[in-house]
């Protein structure tokens, strides 16, 4: 008999098809010694603080340049454990396929998520899979939680203060900008890649440098508007922004004219942001710049005790406004 091309509902049945699905799809490429115990929960050693995390992944279209759902489900939830100052150790992952979704393109995904969790050193330790009728999951949903050692306690939005540097990792909106590209079919003279990335590998160089990091928070939805207004809310705190400062590429930029949107409020999934003591800043940039992905990271403003809970954007000419958190749903199904 023929193997099955396609996602079928008994795949989610619990029988046969579902152990091979299982086996020879998701164990071999998430193979480790916990995972392969195949008992109801993952036995864990855990020691000192821990993080814990969960998100669920909805992207469309399920591939788009610079990665696919897969990559960004891994790298997505590893980077919430790295804004913590947390070393990431184990994921669960649970899949919610669609009857009818091609077996070629699970493989792919799985392979993608295999690779990127290798950049991080975190095992899947345990996960769920389930099969829904046709037209009740669009594809593919993912859901990832991880767990992570804390190794730099104290990393919070509480602990930024006044005269703090900020720094913006690298170039921002290339996530948004390379979803909604996808979506519309443009073709841009240039090729345009989402961010995405797994930033562990370089917030464990900063950690190591023993930089002193009041706050980090990945730019995912809403941008960077997002993340810095929730600190200057929490913080009880001012923010100053030098527009020329912030870094975006020319494709980004076309891409906001041609829609009217504003590079900060776009998403991005390999993009963070950092708080810090203004004399640790240089230091911060220059080993931040040392690694792929970071080569545009910049000092982009300060933390203030005036303005508090507002995010003030200073203009190449001399001007300033608020920036205000994104209005509304700028791109539904961004991640």
């Not at 509480?158 to 909106?173: C, F, T, W, Y």
Request: charged share 20%; hydrophobic share 40%.
């Amino acid at each position: 008999m023929a193997k099955p091309t396609q996602i079928q509902l008994s795949h989610g049945g619990g029988g046969r098809e579902m152990a091979e699905l299982i086996g020879k799809i998701f164990f071999d490429a998430f193979d480790n010694p916990i995972l392969r115990r195949e008992e109801d929960a993952a036995a864990l050693n855990l020691s000192g603080q821990t993080a814990f995390t969960t998100d669920s992944f909805t992207v469309a279209p399920l591939f788009f340049q610079g990665g696919d759902i897969g990559k960004l489900a891994i790298a997505g939830t590893v980077n919430d454990l790295a804004m913590m100052g947390a070393e990431p150790q184990y994921l669960s992952c649970g899949f919610i396929i669609e009857e009818g979704f091609e077996i070629d393109k699970l493989k792919t995904i799985v392979s993608s998520m295999a690779k990127e969790l290798e950049k991080s050193g975190a095992h899947i330790v345990c996960g769920d899979t389930k099969v829904v009728p046709k037209g009740c999951a669009d594809g593919l949903f993912i859901n990832t939680t991880g767990v992570g050692r804390i190794v730099r306690p104290g990393i919070s939005v509480r602990a930024i203060q006044p005269g703090d540097a900020v720094i913006l990792s690298r170039d921002i909106g290339r996530h948004g900008a390379a979803i909604l590209t996808a979506r519309e079919g443009l073709e841009l003279e240039s090729e345009l890649t989402s961010d995405c990335a797994t930033l562990w590998p370089v917030v464990q160089q900063l950690l190591a440098a023993n930089i002193d990091i009041h706050a980090m928070r990945d730019a995912t939805r809403g941008g960077i508007a997002a993340v810095l207004n929730e600190w200057t809310k929490a913080a009880n705190v001012g923010i100053d922004v030098e527009e020329k400062l912030i870094p975006v590429c020319d494709e980004v930029r076309g891409v906001c004219e041609l829609y009217g949107f504003e590079p900060w409020d776009l998403a991005n999934e390999g993009t963070f942001v950092i708080a810090l003591p203004k004399q640790a800043a240089e230091a911060a940039v220059e080993i931040m710049q040392r690694h792929g992905g970071c080569d545009s990271a910049a000092i982009i403003g300060t933390v203030s005790d005036e303005h508090a809970g507002k995010v003030v954007l200073h203009s190449p000419w001399g001007s300033k406004r608020y920036l205000e958190l994104p209005q509304g749903e700028l791109l539904p199904r961004i991640c």
